[in-house]
């Protein structure tokens, strides 16, 4: 799970794309697919699918930045 949003993570920053709130899906050009799949073929398991789950719901598990010291025990 953390693999996987870890490269949804770098795809989504990278430019030119966009994540789709409507759609819950990665909003860019085929030919930039058709450019970076060729570059890192992991790309394709976002093409045309609703990602979502990893996109929100992981990101809360994994993210750098999520405040997880917040909710961290302490003695």
């Given at each position: 799970m953390r693999r996987t949003y870890k490269r949804l993570s770098e795809l989504v920053n990278s430019s030119g794309i966009?994540?789709?709130?409507a759609t819950s899906r990665i909003?860019?050009?085929?030919?930039?697919?058709?450019?970076?799949?060729?570059e890192n073929v992991i790309y394709k398991d976002f093409?045309?699918?609703d990602v979502k789950?990893?996109?929100?719901?992981?990101?809360?598990?994994?993210?750098?930045?999520?405040e997880a010291d917040k909710y961290a025990i302490t003695q």
């Open positions: 966009e994540y789709n709130d909003v860019t050009s085929e030919e930039w697919w058709n450019r970076n799949i060729k093409k045309d699918r789950e990893i996109y929100i719901k992981y990101r809360q598990l994994f993210d750098d930045s999520y």
